[in-house]
């Protein structure tokens, strides 16, 4: 009888998490698997974690991979609203600026990195604000803040107080996704919840916002710079 073959081990790296009451593995955006430990979790419950969980983590890695490819842009390109802009570096430029479809930075690698974000940032007010406005006037109530800011798992929020918030990576998305997720958040504003009459209130004023919806559960995870 012939002997199975030996798997490769999966890499994973460790990561203490003190609030954790569980051992948790995650696997991320471009396919690295993290196993989240509680402060008195051991080295050997990550590993047992991992191959208890190998045929889910390489489900995961697979799409991954999946998401990469089809997210792929060429170098030097970066994603606006369904648009490319093309980086142009500047001796000397600390403050990011858009020209058309150019977006000129700077020749510090890492510093320019750091100003492309704050230019999404305010990028991002810009865009967010006119859509939530009028969203919100169209539904006939009003929000407290916005706020723009870079969550790992959330595209956007809507607290109990009316105060905003929104991940600035959905300008790495479509216009047809950022206007989903406003208008997710601003019917929050009038259904706290996720009751048949949140969806409803939405579908009124977004019939077609299933196809964003699903884009954006299938592709969120690869929209990074």
């Not at 690295?32 to 402060?39: A, F, I, K, Q, R």
């Not at 990011?96 to 999404?120: N, P, S, T």
């Amino acid at each position: 009888m012939a002997e199975p073959l030996t798997q490769d081990p999966i890499a994973y790296a460790v990561r203490r998490a003190p609030r954790a009451k569980r051992v948790r593995v995650a696997v991320e955006a471009d396919g690295s698997v993290v196993v989240l430990l509680p402060p008195r979790a051991t080295d050997r419950e990550a590993a047992a974690a991992v191959r208890e969980l190998r045929p889910w983590i390489e489900r995961r890695m697979v799409e991954a991979a999946a998401r990469t490819r089809r997210m792929a842009r060429a170098p030097g390109v970066v994603p606006f609203l369904g648009a490319e802009l093309h980086l142009v570096s500047e001796e000397g430029r600390t403050r990011v600026h858009r020209r058309g479809d150019a977006l000129l930075v700077g020749q510090d690698g890492a510093r320019h990195a750091e100003a492309i974000e704050r230019w999404y940032r305010r990028a991002a007010r810009a865009e967010i604000g006119p859509r939530l406005d009028a969203a919100v006037a169209a539904l006939g109530c009003s929000y407290a803040a916005l706020t723009i800011r870079n969550q790992r798992t959330r595209w956007g929020s809507c607290s109990a107080t009316g105060a905003m918030s929104f991940n600035w990576r959905l300008l790495l998305a479509t216009e047809e996704v950022l206007d989903y997720v406003v208008w997710h958040e601003a019917c929050h504003l009038v259904h706290l919840d996720h009751s048949p009459r949140f969806w409803a209130l939405l579908a009124e004023h977004r019939p077609g916002y299933r196809e964003p919806q699903r884009w954006l559960r299938a592709n969120g995870a690869a929209l990074v710079l």
